[in-house]
């Protein structure tokens, strides 16, 4: 019976292991095929995530610039990233300055916030005494286009046009690279509206290195009857997406939803001045007013479109600030602590005066007594 016993038990545990084990495999060999704002296709059974996306778009009367900061992670050593736009665009280096510059402007405001009364960490309640301290292609055009190539920096930029998803995964596969069936499926919504696409081959600087830490930024400008950017090959992705937008227009600008995501969170929006440097290039011609917008999406398969930005109904401006809170202090003491003592000091001056008081006032007389009646009074008459 006992053997019998163990031999099932045994068995489920090999089960257990070999599922784990498969699952484990599994996730080795999946790789992440897309970011937010494209689709990044690793070279073979390699992988490459996209753990974080910077960018600024800078939108100005029917002309669209998007400049894109990404940060990998993984094993792949090649790596092509395919981007949809709906016209034609033009493809460039970008700054890095930029997206510094672009954090400080938008940098939350420090303030001191003074509190009264004692807290953890402060005396008497401290514990020790260290305290603890951030144009569409047109109907003749061929399945797919190579309409230019060029070498920028580590990049090799393809600008194509296609009019069959299909027709990009062969250029991929002819490239070195395999485009996925999902991915391919999830093309087919751009070249129905005949969007162009920006193909670009990255690799490390090292040829035995793997792609990692941010990426150098691109540079893109294209025509667009309204600001967009693209977010819909995003739905891929196998890990949650974490996306940071810096718009720069004539006025406040914003997603027009959530497209599956998390709320958008606007925690900055202001007019940008006497800018410098590659940002000063972003603002001229009036488009100097900065929306930076935060999403996160932890469910990527939920993405339902590509973000649609639009003007706000007021030009509001918006800060974060960030409250550093202190013991208020007089003096290098704290004030309870003089307040405490000074209510006391009154405390004792009150009770002396009493005191004294108590002691200088006149004791009156005793009332005087009266003498008993005579024992043989007559009787009181009637």
Not at 89 to 118: C, K, N, S
Not at 189 to 217: F, I, N
């Amino acid at each position: 019976m006992w053997d019998f016993v163990r031999g099932v038990v045994r068995g489920r545990v090999l089960v257990v292991v070999l599922a784990l084990s498969a699952f484990q495999l599994g996730s080795l060999l999946a790789p992440a095929y897309a970011c937010g704002c494209g689709a990044m296709v690793p070279d073979g059974r390699q992988y490459v995530t996209v753990n974080r996306e910077v960018s600024a778009v800078r939108w100005d009367d029917g002309r669209e610039q998007i400049a894109m900061s990404l940060t990998v992670s993984g094993d792949a050593r090649r790596a092509a990233w395919i981007m949809p736009v709906p016209h034609r665009a033009t493809v460039r280096l970008g700054d890095r300055a930029l997206f510094d510059q672009l954090a400080e402007a938008t940098a939350p405001e420090y303030r001191t916030r003074h509190y009264f009364w004692p807290r953890d960490g402060d005396w008497p309640f401290d514990k020790s005494d260290n305290a603890a301290a951030a144009p569409g292609a047109g109907a003749a055009a061929p399945p797919v286009g190579v309409v230019d190539r060029e070498r920028l920096g580590p990049f090799d930029v393809a600008r194509l046009t296609a009019t069959d998803p299909g027709a990009l995964g062969t250029w991929l596969t002819d490239n070195g690279f395999h485009l996925p069936d999902r991915l391919d499926r999830a093309l087919r919504p751009y070249v129905d509206q005949g969007w162009e696409y920006v193909a670009v081959r990255l690799a490390p600087k090292s040829a035995d290195a793997a792609l990692g830490g941010t990426l150098d930024p691109l540079r893109l400008t294209f025509a667009s009857d309204r600001p967009v950017y693209p977010m819909r090959l995003s739905r891929l992705a196998r890990t949650p997406q974490s996306l940071r937008l810096y718009i720069l227009a004539a006025h406040r600008t914003e997603p027009r939803s959530a497209i599956g995501g998390d709320r958008p969170r606007v925690w900055f929006a202001g007019r940008v001045t006497a800018a410098s440097g590659p940002l000063a290039g972003l603002t001229e011609g009036g488009t100097d007013f900065l929306t930076t917008v935060d999403q996160e999406f932890p469910r990527p398969s939920r993405i339902s479109g590509d973000h649609e930005l639009r003007r706000t109904a007021a030009d509001t401006t918006r800060r974060q600030i960030i409250y550093r809170d202190e013991l208020l202090t007089a003096g290098g003491i704290p004030v309870w602590q003089l307040t405490v003592a000074g209510a006391l000091a009154v405390a004792v001056m009150v009770l002396l005066v009493l005191l004294r008081s108590r002691r200088r006032r006149p004791v009156p007389p005793p009332p005087p007594v009266m003498p008993p009646p005579p024992a043989h009074a007559p009787p009181p008459i009637g």
